[in-house]
């Protein structure tokens, strides 16, 4: 019996805040190179600021399914929910986590097929989940309990970048 840890993110969404933090790079560059270094330190704030929020909302997000249970990460928090508690997994363009004790568990970034894939119907990552569940089901502590945290320094630069942001194109 395999046992096994894996972890779900959406590789395009990774790819497209790349896009954005090159394209905020060029644009802060190009005023630096031409002299214009207020323009150059606005450019760069606004440009973390958006990078930032993009990559709280679209990369931070994942899922992992491990010996303890599921990990869910999202913008704002994340769940810890161990095999004993969880009821359900769907993964059909969301993922949604029911547990026994009717919480639901919301991601809205996760992998998927696009809608036009043939296979789009069929690919859901619940079987790989409940695979691993299998291979862990008996080891888990009855006793575990569902726990959420918020997570508090992502927000807290974002947030810091934003205000400075706004402060810089407020003074300069």
């Excluded at 931070?60 to 990460?73: N, Q, S, W």
């Excluded at 359900?88 to 969301?94: A, E, F, G």
Aim: proline share 4%.
């Amino acid at each position: 019996m395999a046992q096994r840890s894996i972890t779900y993110r959406s590789s395009f969404n990774i790819v497209m805040v790349v896009i954005v933090a090159a394209l905020a790079a060029f644009l802060t560059i190009d005023a630096a190179v031409r002299g214009f270094w207020g323009i150059a330190l606005i450019t760069l704030l606004w440009s973390l600021a958006v990078t930032g929020a993009l990559a709280l909302l679209l990369v931070l997000p994942k899922l992992t399914a491990d010996r303890m249970g599921l990990t869910c990460v999202g913008p704002i928090g994340t769940w810890s929910i161990p095999w004993v508690r969880v009821d359900s997994v769907q993964t059909r363009r969301l993922l949604l986590v029911r547990t026994t004790d009717g919480r639901k568990i919301t991601l809205f970034s996760m992998p998927h097929r696009p809608s036009g894939s043939r296979l789009a119907q069929s690919f859901d990552l619940g079987d790989e989940i409940e695979a691993v569940r299998r291979d862990w089901e008996g080891r888990a502590d009855p006793d575990a309990v569902t726990a959420h945290r918020y997570n508090l320094v992502p927000l807290a630069l974002v947030g810091a970048v934003w205000i400075a942001a706004i402060a810089a194109s407020l003074m300069l």
